[in-house]
């Protein structure tokens, strides 16, 4: 059920995007994924910049040479999305149970900020997917910390990085999670540390072409995942000051004109021409990023400490950010009610928490928009689901206490 109302919805606003567009199945491509992956299709991978090193436009590319159009990738949008609301479903009905599942997947099927990106070519849909299997992965490991399965979290996990790095911080953060936990552990308690260093290894064999690919391409620059986390982290700084934060002037436009204006002066001031060479312009923004972290530190500070709302809310206009405050707002609220309970019962919470507050944390100090927090969306979702739960248990259990007094006094 879960599953067909998370198809319906998808492919639903899949149709009315059809429909704006004058019956074309061509879906929007404003970051250029579509593009880049035409150019992959025709002259293979020739310039290494931060969207071309990403996973999601190889897969486009291997669509398009399959043959696929725009509107195949926008129902395959719409199966993944249908998939992670099935992962859900699965975890939280695992971890709480099944009513918990049934609403934290119903709720994320048709959560607005969800299938905002289905009918566009935008990584969010493939990067919320396996952001909630790499956790899934977590909680089997959890369960049973064998080789095989610090393998597949590695394997996943890595998948997921190599859609967008932010997720690397999360596995490195699991990792040292249960590093902590094997080194509190009982003594009649097997050790994770092989396994942890199986999920490690089967990261490294899996990052290592690629960096490779990346060191080829860019005449032998080293450049692990992609260059851009000095241009995310210098414009960060303009996309949290008030006027951007409060919504009085649209990010989206007057914040993005005045980054690209730095940029531009940055990359003059070096002697280049800004997007000419992006990995030239991460060492030229690296040292402006580094100055301001120096000579800075409380901008630096206020940055990151405001990053850290205005990842949850900051859209193109103040209308477009109401919708995404106020549920997360209410979702945050219920999620609180849930994880109190949790603590009660000794159910382990934190695999569900550990990767919310390390990416927001993590993409805090570098540019927190509302966009970003859509990949953790379906796990604060699954925390916020055992709240209602336990909302519905008290709100029976005081019904009870009304309808049979004597029952609940004895």
């Not at 404003?30 to 999601?56: N, P, Q, W």
């Amino acid at each position: 059920m879960v599953g067909a109302v998370a198809l319906t919805a998808s492919l639903t606003m899949v149709l009315v995007q059809i429909q704006r567009q004058g019956f074309a199945a061509a879906a929007g491509d404003s970051y250029g994924y579509g593009k880049i992956a035409h150019g992959f299709v025709e002259h293979g991978f020739d310039k290494l910049t931060r969207r071309s090193a990403m996973l999601y436009p190889h897969v486009l590319a291997v669509l398009y040479a399959l043959g696929a159009g725009d509107f195949v990738v926008q129902v395959l949008q719409c199966i993944v999305h249908a998939g992670t609301c099935v992962l859900v479903f699965v975890i939280g009905r695992h971890l709480f149970n099944t009513r918990t599942g049934l609403i934290g997947g119903l709720f994320v099927a048709i959560h607005p900020m969800l299938l905002r990106y289905i009918a566009e070519l935008h990584t969010e849909a493939m990067l919320t997917f396996l952001c909630v299997l790499t956790v899934w992965r977590a909680i089997r490991f959890y369960d049973r910390p064998s080789v095989t399965n610090g393998i597949l979290l590695g394997a996943v996990g890595m998948v997921a990085t190599l859609t967008k790095g932010v997720m690397l911080p999360v596995l490195f953060a699991y990792g040292a999670a249960w590093l902590v936990r094997g080194w509190r552990r009982a003594a009649a308690t097997p050790s994770p540390l092989v396994p942890v260093i199986a999920m490690f290894v089967t990261m490294a064999v899996l990052l290592a072409p690629w960096t490779y690919r990346n060191y080829r391409v860019s005449g032998g620059k080293i450049v692990l995942l992609t260059p851009g986390s000095p241009d995310a982290f210098l414009r960060g700084y303009i996309f949290t000051r008030l006027e951007f934060a409060t919504l009085q002037k649209p990010p989206y436009t007057d914040a993005e004109n005045e980054s690209n204006a730095l940029f531009r002066r940055i990359a003059r001031e070096a002697g280049t021409t800004w997007e000419l060479d992006e990995v030239a312009d991460d060492v030229n923004n690296g040292k402006v990023m580094k100055r301001m972290i120096v000579e800075h530190p409380v901008d630096t500070a206020r940055k990151v400490v405001v990053g850290l709302f205005t990842f949850w809310y900051e859209m193109t206009s103040l209308k477009n950010s109401l919708i995404p405050a106020s549920l997360a707002l209410v979702s945050w609220v219920l999620a609180f009610v849930g994880w109190k309970r949790a603590r009660i019962e000794g159910r382990p919470s934190w695999l569900l928490l550990l990767p919310i507050v390390v990416m927001n944390v993590f993409v805090a100090a570098l540019i927190p928009l509302g966009r970003y927090s859509v990949p953790i969306l379906p796990l604060l979702s699954i925390l916020a689901a055992f709240g209602v739960d336990t909302l519905i248990e008290r709100f029976k259990a005081e019904r009870s206490a009304v309808s049979h007094p004597a029952q609940a006094s004895s």
